[in-house]
């Protein structure tokens, strides 16, 4: 029997940036990361990317929280990428001095923006006016993300993807029943209330099969689209104009 994908509210994004419940379930998510293995596959994923003809990569990232896990892609990537210039956008600013510094050590200039990311997509779509509305993106990056929406709001954020960028990469959760019953084991990497019941929300919101594929907005042509499983728990999207600026 399938798992139906039903959306509910999760407890962390109900809680105050400074509270030390969020603060914890947030160093919890890096922790989630690591048994995913989100970073490993966005580097693999990034390194197929072509470096851009002139200036900076321009990569923004929706719900990028505090920032932890592109910095972990950057460090991968220094070595041997072209400079960077990254946006940090989420609804609560969480991004630290620090971790500016340390994505600045790497080449990648940061900006970190405090916007409702359905606002921002509002904008890239036309309908309401933000300070990123006219910018244009190599990449977006979205991960734990996009599962948070469902309806109109998923389809919203997507079209807003396809009008201002030429790529996209999201790593969601699986939806499945071993990908549920792994969201129940996440206390054994020591995460709290929060994290252990927001993790079982996920799952049951997360996606499988081809269904982000399928509220990619037309023209689909313009675009090569991937959507596959990785791992038990995963769930990899990718979407690359096929013609750059098309």
Not at 104 to 119: K, M
Not at 198 to 211: H, M, Q, T
Not at 220 to 232: K, M
């Amino acid at each position: 029997m399938m798992l139906r994908r039903r959306v509910e509210p999760e407890a962390l994004d109900g809680l105050a940036a400074d509270d030390p419940v969020a603060e914890h379930s947030r160093r919890d998510l890096r922790r989630v990361h690591r048994c995913m293995g989100t970073r490993s596959l966005l580097v693999r994923e990034m390194r197929r990317l072509p470096a851009p003809a002139t200036g900076s990569m321009r990569i923004l990232e929706l719900g990028a929280g505090d920032g932890s896990l592109l910095l972990g892609v950057a460090r991968d990537l220094a070595p041997s990428w072209p400079p960077v210039d990254l946006t940090l956008l989420d609804r609560i600013a969480v991004v630290d001095a620090r971790t500016v510094a340390r994505y600045g050590r790497c080449g990648w200039t940061v900006t970190s923006s405090a916007e409702d990311a359905l606002d921002w997509a509002r904008a890239a779509t036309g309908s309401r006016g933000s300070p990123d509305a006219a910018r244009r993106w190599d990449l977006v990056v979205a991960n734990l993300f996009l599962h948070h929406f469902d309806g109109p709001e998923l389809a919203l954020l997507l079209a807003a993807v396809a009008a201002s960028s030429d790529g996209l990469m999201a790593c969601e959760p699986r939806r499945g029943w071993r990908a549920l019953a792994g969201s129940h084991l996440v206390g054994a990497i020591g995460a709290n209330a929060v994290t252990r019941g927001d993790a079982v929300l996920s799952v049951r919101a997360g996606f499988r099969e081809r269904e982000l594929t399928a509220l990619w907005p037309a023209p689909r042509s313009r675009w090569r689209l991937r959507e596959h499983a990785v791992g038990a728990f995963s769930h990899f999207f990718g979407a690359t104009r096929v013609e750059a600026n098309a």
